[in-house]
């Protein structure tokens, strides 16, 4: 059975303080590893995939990477409107497997 | 980045009632769609995934009956909670796979259902 984990479960930063989210995963085979944002009731917004071991993604102040075990969102320099819930989501690969495992989230909290 | 429509957004109902939520893919065609129930300070439970066309395949522990899934088109998907009960009372999302190379999975805005 796939499994996310994501920690911390909660995370606050003062504006400016540079962290990390990390996101552990389990799958047999993977086929992408995703990251979203997720704002107090919205649907979650699309930010990155990563495929392989070794890939990095940036947007403005994100950069997601990942290694064979676990991801990880690096946040700099966070403002106030960086603060929501970031979740991490995985697929296996196989034909016609596009379903999402997600983990429980963390809730990020910029405080000015 | 591609634009999936859900309708609507909050919607309150009498117990015993059937509810439909409507989720649109707007600028891309959609052959699989995936219908998710969220609970408070909780992850994203899947409960069906949808193919254009065909039935839609549920999650176990999720009744079928109650849930019921019409992906008539490849830009829109239903779901109709049918008898309506106040434990059915959650935040219900529809996500699209849109085509093509990629596999993103590309969310709607949510639908806060309250049953009253």
């Known amino acids: 059975e796939d499994q996310v984990t994501q920690s911390p479960e909660a995370l606050r930063l003062q504006e400016g303080e540079s962290s990390s989210l990390n996101c552990s995963y389990t799958?047999?085979?993977?086929?992408?590893l995703f990251w979203y944002r997720q704002d107090p009731g919205k649907g979650p917004e699309f930010l990155f995939t990563?495929?392989?071991a070794g890939e990095e993604k940036e947007k403005e102040r994100l950069k997601a990477t990942l290694t064979k075990k676990e991801s990880f969102l690096h946040i700099t320099a966070p403002k106030p409107e960086d603060s929501a819930t970031y979740l991490c989501?995985?697929?296996?690969?196989?034909?016609?497997?596009?379903?999402?495992?997600f983990g429980k989230g963390t809730k990020l909290s910029v405080i000015p | 980045g591609a634009v999936v429509s859900q309708h609507p957004s909050w919607v309150i109902c009498k117990s015993g009632t059937s509810v439909k939520i409507e989720c649109r893919s707007l600028?891309?065609?959609?052959?699989?769609m995936f219908w998710y129930r969220q609970f408070p300070k909780q992850s994203l439970m899947l409960m069906a995934t949808?193919?254009?066309?065909?039935?839609?395949?549920?999650e176990q522990g999720v009744e079928k009956d109650k849930f019921l899934i019409n992906h008539a088109s490849l830009t829109l998907s239903t779901l109709t909670v049918t008898s309506a009960h106040p434990e059915d009372s959650s935040f219900y999302i529809c996500?699209?796979?849109?085509?093509?190379?990629?596999?993103?999975?590309?969310f709607g805005q949510g639908t806060r259902l309250t049953v009253v």
């Open positions: 990563l495929y392989s």
């Open positions: 949808s193919n254009e066309g065909s039935k839609a395949t549920y």
């Open positions: 996500s699209a796979i849109r085509g093509g190379s990629g596999t993103e999975a590309f």
């Open positions: 600028d891309f065609q959609a052959t699989t």
């Open positions: 799958v047999s085979g993977l086929r992408g």
């Open positions: 989501a995985v697929t296996r690969s196989g034909a016609g497997s596009y379903q999402l495992t």
